[in-house]
């Protein structure tokens, strides 16, 4: 077959598959009803994670581990132990406070209480020099108290360090705890919608057959190709799947609208607006891609394994 030919008979089934999706509109908005569902959970959950994952990242720096050492540390001593924990594995970076940026820090944070004040003023500086350990993965922090906790480090240090912030550790956990649940969550609704889409294309795509079944059987009789026969069909689920890539699209965008502009929302729960719409702008064109290529891999594999059953039976 020259290339030609073979140009014009794939024109052919591109028009054939289109204008079986018109004759079938009826029952093809049941399957796109429900592939659109799909599409944009699918969707949803990525913008979702990310913005979970934008949260919990300016929440973890936000976070350290408080190392007060002893005011008999000398500065040899100091600079020995930044450089072990610089060498941790999960140690993002080190910050050290002598004890006069410590008492300028403490001054400046509880500048509203005079009484706070002057005290400080009259008495000496009681505050000791402190390292700040930022971390890379909070789920890991136990491995940096560890470390502080081994008897020649620790006899660096007051009675009460090393610390954190337990309340935003308690916190980024819930927010963890809650994005691994929605995450899974979502998995799951993705997977039973894709299987629901996937039969209801399946269905349609039968229904499509038997109505033709005459049809086909003349186009058979006249020594029509299988995949003459069947690439309407293939072209008519891939429409499907297209289509309900833009609509997924379009919903998703005019949910952020409505969330931005007309309700004048800046989060929603855990999930923050501003940055979920920032990066749905920024991606949209492959969120786009990534839509249509998922719509239509469902309705052609439907398409495909309903093609391949039924037709071998409906044209012996």
Known sequence: MSMRRKYTTF????????????????????????????????????IANATF???????????NISVYLEDTTTPAQTTALQNKLKQLPNVKSVEYLDKAAVLKQYINQNANNVALQQAINETSNP???TIHVYLNDL??????????????????????????SGNLKEAIDNITHATNILREIGII?????????????????????????????????????????????????????????????????????????TLK?????????NYATTYFDNHFWKFLGLQICIGILIGT???LIATRRYLKFKTK
């Open 11 to 46: 024109l052919r089934i591109l028009h054939a598959g289109t204008v079986n999706f018109i004759r079938n509109a009826t029952l093809a908005l049941a399957a796109m009803a429900v592939m659109i569902v799909t599409l944009t959970i699918v969707l949803f959950s990525l």
């Open 53 to 63: 994952g934008n949260t919990i990242q300016q929440i973890t720096n936000k976070i």
């Open 127 to 129: 505050l000791p020099a």
């Open 139 to 164: 789920n890991q922090i136990k491995d940096v108290e560890g470390f502080l906790l081994q008897t020649d480090n620790k006899k660096l240090q007051t009675s009460d360090s090393p610390s954190y």
């Open 189 to 261: 609704t993705v997977v039973i919608f894709a299987i629901v889409s996937a039969l209801i294309i399946f269905n349609t795509i039968q229904m499509a057959i038997f109505n033709r079944r005459d049809e086909i059987q003349i186009m058979r009789l006249l020594g029509a190709s299988t995949w003459f026969i069947r690439g309407p069909f293939i072209v008519e689920s891939a429409i499907y799947g297209f289509l309900s890539a833009i609509f997924s699209i379009l919903i998703i965008n005019s949910v952020f609208v409505a969330a931005s502009s």
């Open 265 to 273: 929302a800046s989060s929603l729960g855990l999930l923050d607006i």
């Open 301 to 303: 594999a439907s398409s």
